[in-house]
């Protein structure tokens, strides 16, 4: 594959297509225009040469696919974003909260010199801040994972991931990290009240928090050891 690099717009569309894919999110262009937020015929503009240039195939029922070589540009981009938010937390002590945004910007100018860069002085790190798994950095499967949305009564449970997409809403990105709901927390569901939309749980088994489907839906809970 061609080592030139595509450009921002490109990149982003790479970034969107892979990160709904791994999400189970079905990927049609209808989607993609409201996720990122232009016109039907700007969507297909973009993604029609996309397909020129061998990243996505599109089929009749405007299902999109990477391609190999789509993935494989994806993948750096979304790692070049994650490292650059471990950067924010992990050495600027950025807010947890403030890195998916201020990484976006970062992201389209690291080189691949600064990546490895990047990889040795954060110490090869497996996640991004918000436990999402790195592009080409894990080893073994990840862990079995289900929204908190799912959780019943009585389960102990640990906060393995904030769902990706979620992360582009500042406000329910600044209200998880202000309740401690955070990847590694450790949860017990106290409350399933699905009349007033909400699943209460205690955290670390000290204070109660009271979630909303809507969030609850977005935070990936593993059980606790």
Known sequence: MSSKRTSQTVEDYLQLIYTMHREGDP???????????????TAWATLRRMNRDGLVDLDRGRQVQLTDAGREKAESIIRRHMLAERLLTDILALEWADSH???????HAISPLVEQALLKVLNRPTTCPHGNPIPGMQSGPLPETKPLRQAEEGERLVINNISEHAEEDYELMRYLQRSGLVPGATLKIEEVALSNATITVSLDGER??????????????????
Do not use: D
């Open 27 to 41: 990927v049609i262009a209808a989607r993609l225009k409201e996720r990122i937020g232009v016109s039907a015929p």
């Open 101 to 107: 945004e201020e990484a976006h910007l970062m992201e």
């Open 208 to 225: 109660t928090v009271a979630v909303g489907l809507a969030a609850a839906a977005v935070i990936q809970v593993r059980p606790a050891a």
